[in-house]
């Protein structure tokens, strides 16, 4: 990895110093305001740097504050889905080239105040949820949000969109992700977490959005714990690096105090084996934690994993949906 100590900063964007950070070399500020919906190599840099130098980006939520504290499920069904995703950036990387690697290193994540998650008919792993349903999260605290009947969900706030434009001309959609990565929800890549994305175009022209709270391994109703914040990301270059796909790095979870519950699916058919797995976990909160189905989907969403635990032995696999059983109350 390479590393330089200047950086260049274009006139829009303000040298803006952290208290928790000072002392680090090179660090800059991404506005609010500069934000853009699509992946393009033709998108305007907003800022250039180098290897080494540290950027913070402000990153609004990912349906540009459609969904607010006086919402209600009804809003659901009239969200704009051409304001997805708005992305802070694109940053350009000097001396990043096609056939490198662009190393983010993650210093940290905040979220804002207030949060959401959804349900939506037609959208999400289960198809038998024909109603909207919101959930609003207070996320005051900074360290557990609220759920029902005294569970409360710890946060671990990520970015879900970590990306560079596509070799491609034109414009690509945020989502679904690629070898430029993008909308991968990875939830791992939190704080002390890194991640290298194969550079496909000069200076990578890398952006970040979709900051989440909390979130499952699947995400399996289609939104994790969706807000406002910051990420603070230092940038490196690996030449030559040969990837193909993006490759992270993770400390990984700390273990349950009360370990898990899970429950599986099994059957020749992956995604089918998926949502029996989802579908038994459901129906072990709404029995046991007195939730309602849409609750406990949200609760799947935000905070349990799907994990795929045997494909070997055809033509049956099996699959879990997994529970850490210290969100629930004592």
């Not at 069904?77 to 997805?84: C, E, G, I, V």
């Not at 001309?169 to 002390?192: E, L, Y």
């Not at 609750?295 to 055809?314: F, G, T």
Request: charged share 25%; glycine share 10%; proline share 7%.
């Amino acid at each position: 990895m390479s590393v330089s100590v200047e950086s260049v900063v274009l006139p829009q964007v303000a040298r803006e110093p952290a208290e928790e950070l000072t002392g680090m070399p090179n660090r800059y500020h991404v506005p609010l305001e500069t934000f853009h919906y699509k992946w393009s190599r033709s998108h305007k840099p907003v800022l250039s740097v180098k290897a080494g130098d540290t950027v913070t980006f402000e990153i609004n939520d990912v349906g540009s504050r459609q969904l607010d504290k006086d919402s209600t499920s009804a809003d659901v069904m009239r969200f704009d889905a051409s304001k997805l995703y708005p992305l802070a950036g694109p940053v350009f990387v000097e001396g990043a080239e096609p056939g490198d690697a662009l190393a983010v290193e993650v210093l940290d994540v905040r979220v804002g105040d207030f949060g959401w998650s959804y349900v939506q008919p037609g959208f999400g792993l289960l198809e038998e949820f024909g109603k909207p349903f919101l959930y609003k999260w207070d996320l005051k605290n900074k360290k557990s949000a609220p759920f029902e009947n005294g569970i409360k969900i710890p946060l671990k706030p990520f970015c879900g969109v970590l990306g560079i434009a596509p070799r491609s001309r034109g414009f690509t959609d945020v989502a679904p992700p690629g070898r430029h990565g993008g909308n991968m929800d990875i939830r791992h890549v939190t704080a002390g977490s890194w991640v290298k994305i194969p550079v496909l175009v000069d200076g990578a022209l890398f952006s970040a959005g979709d900051v989440h709270a909390a979130m499952g391994d699947a995400e399996v109703c289609g939104t994790a714990i969706e807000c406002p914040g910051t990420a603070t990301l230092r940038f490196g270059i690996e030449k030559k690096a040969g990837l193909t796909y993006p490759e992270f790095f993770t400390a990984g979870d700390e273990r349950p105090r009360k370990g898990y519950h899970a429950a599986t699916g099994i059957g020749p058919d992956l995604m089918e084996a998926t949502k029996d797995s989802v579908r038994s976990m459901i129906r072990h909160l709404v029995k046991t934690y007195d939730l309602t189905a849409e609750e406990a989907y949200v609760l799947c969403s935000v905070a349990a994993d799907v994990r795929v635990h045997e494909i070997v032995d055809r033509p049956n696999w099996v699959v879990g949906t997994m529970i850490s059983k210290d969100i629930f109350p004592d």
